[in-house]
């Protein structure tokens, strides 16, 4: 169980255009889901903490107007890189909670997406 | 001091052989802690979590948890190729809130045939 689907698992775009990537529960229901990024050789880096039916919460440094985040359901929350540019070429990951055992801390992860911006 | 810190590696272990992985973490009130796999251009998939001093051992891996030196540790017994990956440590912070959750920066391990 605790399986997380995410959508799609690579993108390559033209700077200026914007890239939505889906994240989706299959078989339990995420109150809270988080947005990571990960360059290469680097760790994840936690951009955002999406909470559904209200607004994401960002890490410091992060632009909620260009990574904007919509978390409109228990199982689906989105991440659109708006007006994308090189330098947003990275590891998008997003991972959840089970809802109920937030405490365990225990996450779990989709695949990623991968983010060409050219 | 950053949050959780890991020897980012190599680590170079012969196959058949006992990898260790270490992590240290600031917050002495840290709650649960959680070692994750992660391969190349892939996303990280859970190992194990620990929540008590001592030892939990699951199959070929074992994680170790000492809250008095703020240390965890990863060991993988009988190391065998398919374990080469970089392994992140993750700390759960006792601090209230969704964003609690701290990721070193991981350990990359070889395991050579």
């Given at each position: 169980g605790a399986v997380v689907s995410q959508h799609p698992s690579w993108v390559i775009c033209k700077s200026g255009?914007?890239?939505?990537i889906e994240c989706r529960s299959l078989d339990f229901q995420a109150t809270t889901m988080f947005w990571y990024r990960q360059f290469p050789k680097q760790s994840l880096m936690l951009m955002a903490t999406s909470n559904e039916g209200s607004k994401a919460t960002y890490e410091q440094g992060v632009e909620k107007d260009k990574f904007?985040?919509?978390h409109a359901s228990l199982t689906l929350s989105t991440l659109t890189v708006t007006s994308a540019h090189p330098e947003d070429?990275?590891?998008y990951i997003c991972s959840a909670r089970v809802r109920g055992r937030a405490n365990t801390g225990e996450l779990f992860f989709g695949e990623g997406s991968r983010l060409t911006v050219l | 001091q950053k949050e959780v810190e890991q020897n980012s590696g190599p680590l170079?272990?012969?196959?058949?052989?006992?990898?260790?992985?270490n992590c240290t973490y600031s917050d002495r009130g840290s709650q649960s802690f959680f070692w994750y796999r992660q391969?190349?251009?892939?996303s990280p998939e859970l190992i194990m979590f620990i929540y008590s001093n001592g030892d939990k051992e699951d199959g070929r891996f074992t994680a170790q948890l000492n809250k008095a030196s703020q240390y965890v540790s990863l060991l993988i017994r009988d190391s065998q190729p398919s374990d080469s990956a970089t392994y992140l440590c993750a700390v759960k912070r006792a601090q209230t809130g969704a964003n609690n959750l701290f990721f070193g920066t991981g350990t990359r391990l070889t395991v050579i045939p």
């Open positions: 255009t914007s890239v939505k904007l985040i919509n070429s990275s590891f | 170079s272990v012969p196959e058949g052989a006992i990898a260790s992985l391969y190349s251009g892939k």
